[in-house]
C-alpha cells in the first residue's frame, strides 16, 4: 500500500508540473523548469524539450541545460544561474516586490564574486561603486574610530542581507567596513546598473526607502 501511495504522490506532482509546463507564458515555464529539475523530475523536461524543439525560449533553455551538465562537479563550486541568481534577489527585501520577468532582467546584470576569509569587501571611507547581496558566508560590520586600527564590530551579515547600497545613493564615503569572516559568495550590482533600475521600477525606490528608515529607528533606538 505504502509503495502504491508513492506512486500515486508522484503521479499527482507530475500531472501538476506538466500543467505548468505547458503554460503560455514563457517566465511561468521557466519557474516550472526549474521546480521540476529541483524536484528531479528529468523525464518531463525531456518531454517539454522534444515538444518545444528549436522553439524553447531562451530562459527555458538554460534550465534544460543543466541536465547535460557534470553532476561531478561540486553544485557548490558551479557558478550560479539566473534562476538561482533570481531566488537570491526574490529574498532580499529590496527586490522582493518585484515580479519574476523583472528580477530575470536584473539577474542579468549582476555579478557573482567569491571572496576569502579576512577579505575587506568594503573599506570605511572609499567611495562605493556597488552593492552587495550575501549568496553564502558571513560578514562582519566593523566600525574604525581615528587611531583605533582594530575597530568595533557593529553587525554581522548573512545570507541574502544587502550592503553597500546606501554609498550609491548619498554618494557619501562608507561609513562602516564589511569584512569576510570565511568564505562568501556574493552577488555585486554596479552603480550604473542600479540607478537604471531604479529608473524603471519604482517599487525598489520604496523598498529602499522603507528599509533607510528602519536603519535610522534601529540606530536612534541603540
Request: proline residues 3%; aromatic residues 6%.
Amino acid at each position: 500500500l505504502s509503495e502504491w501511495d508513492n506512486t500515486s504522490h508522484r503521479l499527482d506532482i507530475d500531472e501538476a508540473l506538466i500543467h505548468v509546463l505547458n503554460a503560455a507564458d514563457p517566465w511561468t515555464q521557466m519557474a516550472a523548469a526549474w521546480t521540476t529539475l529541483r524536484l528531479g523530475h528529468t523525464h518531463l523536461l525531456l518531454q517539454l524539450s522534444d515538444r518545444l524543439g528549436d522553439q524553447v525560449p531562451t530562459q527555458v533553455k538554460e534550465i534544460l541545460d543543466q541536465m547535460n551538465d557534470d553532476t561531478s562537479v561540486d553544485v557548490n563550486e558551479q557558478p550560479l544561474t539566473n534562476m538561482e541568481k533570481i531566488t537570491f534577489l526574490k529574498g532580499s527585501p529590496f527586490f522582493a516586490a518585484l515580479p519574476l520577468e523583472e528580477l530575470y532582467h536584473i539577474a542579468l546584470s549582476v555579478q557573482e564574486e567569491e571572496v576569502k576569509e579576512g577579505t575587506c569587501v568594503i573599506e570605511q571611507g572609499s567611495l562605493g561603486d556597488k552593492m552587495y547581496i550575501v549568496v553564502a558566508g558571513q560578514l562582519e560590520v566593523r566600525v574604525f574610530a581615528e587611531g583605533d586600527s582594530s575597530g568595533t564590530q557593529v553587525a554581522m551579515l548573512a545570507d541574502k542581507q544587502v550592503f553597500g547600497d546606501m554609498t550609491l545613493l548619498d554618494d557619501e564615503p562608507r561609513s562602516a567596513s564589511v569584512i569576510a569572516v570565511e568564505e562568501c559568495r556574493l552577488l555585486s550590482l554596479q552603480r550604473g546598473d542600479l540607478e537604471r533600475i531604479l529608473r524603471r521600477y519604482s517599487s525598489i525606490a520604496f523598498s529602499m526607502m522603507r528599509i533607510l528608515s528602519r536603519r535610522l529607528r534601529e540606530a536612534m533606538a541603540a
